[in-house]
DNA sequence: GAGGAATTCGAGAAATATATATAAATCAGA
DNA sequence: TCTGATTTATATATATTTCTCGAATTCCTC
């Protein structure tokens, strides 16, 4: 399962997504409408910022704006960002790979050949949703 | 990513069904062939048994045996015993359903629509590779 | 049938890591 | 000078991983 700063982050994104122009909202508009804790989503927030999936402006007027168009977002991005690998085990991760600590043949594990299918279907899905991707409704997660 | 109960787990029951006739495998020769932790191992063990997937035996020639044929265990039932639910979020899982603290309207969800289809994918795939599926090699993830 | 050896079972403890959340002090822009 | 982001620190809770110790149970041998 996620853990709460992924599902955090999706939605304060998607209401910046929403929200979004070119003025930048701020932190407390996205905490109030989305009812998130408001220090712990600046940290969040801060992460997407290095992460350079949003921008930030200090000072009157200032707030967080997406650094790109929504369309250009995937869910799988910011999931990797702030959770980690979608895969299930590091043996099939291609953002974080790393070889199992007492695996004999990698290419011969039943383990990894199942996991390696359900990363490609998870990553698939996942690239391949962007926060443009949305109705005209408001979320939660 | 899967926690190392998990993947001991897996590892520990493909040991089993491999080794597996009649005779139940002592934990010494599990831990001992995968190398794996001793006493954790017993936890995990200790688990699967009261969900069903393993018995046990105690005294001399004990140990565990698989309590059903190999081809009737699922990756899927093993992972949700140890791990829990497949689902991204508590709002798409079939076995441990929660709705969203703040969730306004799921049918129209965007983050639950995406899940949801996440959960599907993985689920299925995972529901029907069971312990039966494995090469003569041996495995570690 | 009594004793010893192998083995699971169960309760804790403990060290470590991670997740979640709050608070205070600081910095930069309008 | 005000607003809001940034940084740093702290607190709390929970999860993970491993280890220790002491049982209870069953088989085997004498």
Redo the contacts with the bound molecule.
């Keep these: 399962m996620l ?6 982050a999706l939605r304060a994104l998607i209401f910046i997504a929403r929200s979004g122009g070119i003025a ?6 996205i905490a109030g409408d989305q009812k ?5 989503l ?2 969040i ?2 992460d997407l ?2 992460g350079g999936v949003v ?10 704006r997406l650094a790109r168009p929504a369309s250009q977002i995937s869910f799988g991005e910011i999931i990797r960002m702030i ?2 690998p979608l895969a299930l085990v590091p043996c099939v991760s291609v953002s974080a790979y790393q070889r199992c600590a007492d695996c004999f043949e990698e290419t011969t594990c039943v383990i990894r050949k199942v996991m390696l299918t359900v990363r490609d279907n998870t990553a698939s899905i996942l690239d391949n949703t962007s926060l443009a991707d949305l109705s005209i409704e408001r979320e939660a997660a």
Excluded: C, D, H, W
């Design positions: 853990t709460q700063r992924s599902r955090y930048p909202v701020p932190i407390s508009a998130l804790p408001r220090k712990f600046e940290i927030l801060l910022k290095n921008e930030s402006f200090r000072g009157k007027m200032g707030g967080y959770e980690g």
